[in-house]
């Protein structure tokens, strides 16, 4: 059960559909995973080809392995709209420690509505975080070898 810091650079997306009347998109992004919660700055007037290069910290300490993005669009005079979300497995980048930035497609209604761009890293909690790590760290280690005999 992986526990530690699992960063996230949100750096763009493209494609989204540009469904204002009047004026371009402002989207921005809603990235969960468990209960905890991060949402993007707005990008006022970025249409469907949004930069962000923002980073969020989330907290691992269960096995849940998925990262949920959601784009919305705000909307001054209404609810803001849903522009389609991106479900990320996580399970590479416990394993690896970090993933390169990479687009994961956008699916709204189960079709294909753009793409989001981002970058993942996982860092492991160091103390006291996994039982198996501690057991190996402290047994036959710098302290059993140093001891005078």
């Known amino acids: 059960m992986p526990r ?40 006022e007037g970025a249409g469907s080809n949004p930069q962000w290069n923002e980073s969020f910290l989330f907290t691992v300490s269960d096995s849940a392995s998925e990262l949920n993005l959601r784009i919305m669009e705000k909307d001054n005079f209404s609810n803001d709209d849903f522009l389609g979300e991106a479900i990320i497995p996580l399970d590479a980048v416990f394993e690896e420690g970090s993933l390169p930035e990479a687009a994961y497609n956008l699916v709204k209604d189960q079709e294909y509505c753009g793409e989001i761009k981002v970058a993942l890293t996982f860092t492991p909690e160091r103390n006291g975080g996994d039982q198996g790590y501690i057991a190996e760290e402290t047994f036959g280690g710098w302290k059993e070898s140093n001891r005078e005999f």
Do not use: C, M, W
């Open 4 to 43: 530690g810091t699992l960063e996230v650079i949100l750096v763009s997306a493209k494609g989204l559909e540009d469904n204002d009347f009047l004026s371009s998109i402002d989207p921005y992004v809603i990235l969960s995973y468990r209960a905890q919660e991060h949402k993007s700055t707005v990008q």
